[in-house]
C-alpha cells in the first residue's frame, strides 16, 4: 500500500500476506503507524492497494464490501436518531419496511443489554451504551465478516473487558470471521484465535503470527489469570518491543526535524 506518487510516495505496507478462515477471530498488533487499519480498509473496500490484491469468500475486492461489517473507533451514531432508531436504520437503508426494520433493532438492542434504552439519544447514554449500540448497528446486517479497527479504545478498562465479554458471547453465537485491531496486546490474547503482529512502517509486513489456544468460552478477567495467557503475553511482546521502539524512534526523528 503505497500514498503518494513518485519519488514522494510514502509504502506503508509492503509484500503482506494473510488469510482468516471462516468463523477464526484474528487480533493485528503492532506499533502506531504500522498499517493495522489500512489492512482493514484494504478488506473494506475502501482502500484498492497499489499491488496485490484482497480476496472475500474467494472473490477479489473491487469496490465497497457488501459482505463487510465495519466498526471504528469511533462510533458512528447519528445524535438526532434514538438508539433504536440508529439500528433500525441499517435495515432501512436496504429496504426493509420501518416497522419490520424497528422489531429486529428491538431484539437486537435487547440482546446487548439495552431493551431500557430504545429511545434514548446518544448524549444521553454513556461511552460504553453508545459502543453496543454502534455494535448492534454493525450486527443487524448480519454481515459475513466483521472488521473491527480499535473499537473499545476510548473506553476505560472496566468497561473496554466488558464490551470484550459481550463482544464473544455475540460472536460464539455463529462464529463469523473477525479482523480486530488493537494497541492492547492483553485484549488481542483474551479475544482472538491468533494474534498477528506487525512491524513498525514504513513498508510494514507480517512479522509474526501467534495461535492462541486458550480455552473457550473465556471470560476477559478470568483467562487473563490463566498461566498460559501470561506466557502468550511474553511471546508476543518479545516480537513487538523492538518494533514499538523503532516506531517511537522514527516519530522523534519527525518531531526533531519539524
Known sequence: MRFGLGASAYEAVAGVSIDVAAGEFVAIVGPTGCGKSTLLNVVAGLLAPAAGLARVHGRRVAGITAEAGYLFQQDA????????????????????????????????????????????????????????????????????ILLMDEPFGPLDAQTRGMMGDLLLSL????????????????????LADRVVVMSAGPSSRIMADHRIDLPRPRAINEIRLDAAFHDYRRAIWNDLRDEVMKAYGAQDDVGGRA
Open 171 to 190: 460472536w460464539s453465537a455463529d462464529r463469523k470471521a473477525v479482523l480486530f485491531v488493537t494497541h492492547d496486546l492483553e485484549e488481542a490474547i483474551s
Open 77 to 144: 451514531l447519528m445524535p438526532w436518531k434514538t438508539a433504536l432508531a440508529n439500528v433500525a436504520v441499517a435495515l432501512e437503508v436496504g429496504g426493509v419496511a420501518t416497522p419490520e426494520a424497528r422489531e429486529r433493532a428491538k431484539a437486537l438492542l435487547a440482546r446487548v443489554g439495552l431493551a431500557r434504552f430504545l429511545d434514548r439519544y446518544p448524549h444521553q447514554l454513556s461511552g460504553g451504551q453508545r459502543k453496543r449500540v454502534a455494535l448492534a448497528q454493525m450486527l443487524i446486517r448480519n454481515p459475513a
